[in-house]
T-cell receptor
Framework: AQSVAQPEDQVNVAEGNPLTVKCTYSVSGNPYLFWYVQYPNRGLQFLLKYITGDNLVKGSYGFEAEFNKSQTSFHLKKPSALVSDSALYFCAVRARRYNFNKFYFGSGTKLNVKP | DTEVTQTPKHLVMGMTNKKSLKCEQHMGHRAMYWYKQKAKKPPELMFVYSYEKLSINESVPSRFSPECPNSSLLNLHLHALQPEDSALYLC??????????????FGPGTRLTVL
């Protein structure tokens, strides 16, 4: 079965410090992995994705993610957090279901960046 | 331009009303999606249209009726809803590429309240 786990409901970090939001996955076949961010009462904004190639993926707003096949992880990182990064973050894996590719979302991690 | 637009932003309806949600994209995407999202939860897939044909219906109650009039438009017709249907309804689109590497782009959502 395809699944994504975000083990932390909430992550707290001080502004200027590095941040990590964790994601692990379970999927048969090649994993196509995505990160989205959601601000209150807004839709999901695409941050970055891993399809193939370099394990370190760079995305929008200074975020990056590291694909680790042996640990089946795809953690989101940023070297220096901003208060404006405070939001809900979703990891997703795209996997084959019947004749279509479906997104499986993690449960979400609320990131709080304190001044 | 990666914009998906949704109208209305907010909708309040009674259980006997009929209303419609509208979604539009002009990115030439051939796959469009409806999701339902409860507060602080991940989006739940409802329907997928691929090349204007309904590809997936995730066992959604018949009081929700999707329609895809053309490749740029997606509607969700609502009738006889229940209070538990109150949620943020998100529309998304993706290019419709084979192989699972599609990125989905989300609209801002319609906040629906059923009284």
């Amino acid at each position: 079965a395809q699944s994504v786990a975000q083990p932390e409901d909430q992550v707290n970090v001080a502004e200027g410090n590095p941040l990590t939001v964790k994601c692990t996955y379970s999927v048969s076949g090649n994993p196509y992995l995505f990160w989205y961010v959601q601000y209150p009462n807004r839709g999901l904004q695409f941050l970055l994705k891993y399809i193939t190639g370099d394990n370190l993926v760079k995305g929008s707003y200074g975020f990056e993610a590291e694909f680790n096949k042996s640990q089946t992880s795809f953690h989101l990182k940023k070297p220096s957090a901003l208060v404006s990064d405070s939001a809900l973050y979703f990891c997703a894996v795209r996997a084959r279901r019947y004749n279509f590719n479906k997104f499986y979302f993690g449960s979400g991690t609320k990131l709080n960046v304190k001044p | 331009d990666t914009e998906v637009t949704q109208t209305p932003k907010h909708l309040v309806m009674g259980m006997t009303n009929k209303k419609s949600l509208k979604c539009e994209q002009h990115m030439g995407h051939r796959a469009m999606y409806w999701y339902k999202q409860k507060a602080k939860k991940p989006p739940e897939l409802m329907f997928v249209y691929s090349y204007e044909k309904l590809s997936i219906n995730e066992s959604v109650p018949s009081r929700f009726s999707p329609e895809c009039p053309n490749s740029s438009l997606l509607n969700l017709h609502l009738h006889a809803l229940q209070p538990e249907d109150s949620a943020l309804y998100l529309c998304a689109s993706s290019p419709g590429l084979a192989g699972g590497t599609d990125t989905q782009y989300f609209g801002p959502g319609t906040r629906l309240t059923v009284l």
